[in-house]
């Protein structure tokens, strides 16, 4: 069996010490460029911990729609969902969250790591409505540390690249997904209630 890495010791030893900028380009609070790169950024993706391990959520509407209350404070609006509540279950159990932030046509995306509660605070909430739907909640995150990293994962993935877009064709519905795991659902009916969920049900 190959070996594996238990310490960061070991681990270490498997690579080069990270150069003086990558260290010291990690701030504490957000600043201008930090700020301006979020109001941009339609998508973030949410990492949260909890007793049964980790999980990644993405969460997305228009540009902006993560604030930033101040230079240590971030508000993400939990909009409608699925109602497993996964990222905020695990927030009340372990309040530590990372956060990364994606702009289309950029290579380099945002980092953001802090600790998260969950607010539903009217006066809070407000301001962060969608269609006259304010959320039911939001994680407020105070930062703790946040970088820009660079964009080697987008340009070896060419993820902003229209000509590698898969084809929609090319890979199962989510209702035609859904019927071949669960007996006794209907693929076309499972669609036909996942269209009407995108359509009248976002917010």
Not at 62 to 80: I, K, M, Q, S, Y
Not at 92 to 103: I, R
Request: aromatic letters at 4%; proline letters at 6%; a neutral charge.
């Amino acid at each position: 069996m190959a070996a594996t890495l238990s310490t960061e010791a070991a681990l270490r030893d498997c690579y080069a010490q990270p150069a003086e900028m990558v260290q010291k380009k990690i701030l504490s609070r957000l600043d201008r460029h930090a700020k301006a790169f979020i109001a941009l950024s339609p998508m973030v993706m949410l990492a949260t911990a909890g007793p049964d391990g980790a999980d990644c959520s993405p969460r997305g509407d228009a540009p902006g729609f993560v604030r930033a209350e101040d230079d240590a404070t971030l508000l993400l609006p939990d909009r409608r969902g699925n109602n497993l509540i996964d990222s905020l279950r695990n927030v009340t159990q372990q309040p530590s969250v990372g956060l990364l932030f994606l702009v289309p046509g950029i290579n380099e995306t945002l980092r953001v790591n802090g600790t998260a509660a969950i607010v539903t605070d009217a006066a809070r909430l407000a301001p962060l409505a969608v269609q006259g739907q304010v959320p039911a909640s939001a994680l407020e995150i105070r930062v703790r540390e946040v970088f820009f990293h660079c964009g080697k994962a987008m340009i070896r993935s060419e993820l902003w690249n229209p000509e590698k877009h898969v084809p929609r064709a090319s890979f199962p519905t989510l209702g035609r997904i859904i019927a071949d795991q669960i007996a006794g659902v209907d693929a076309e009916a499972a669609d036909a209630n996942l269209a009407e969920a995108y359509r009248t049900r976002l917010y």
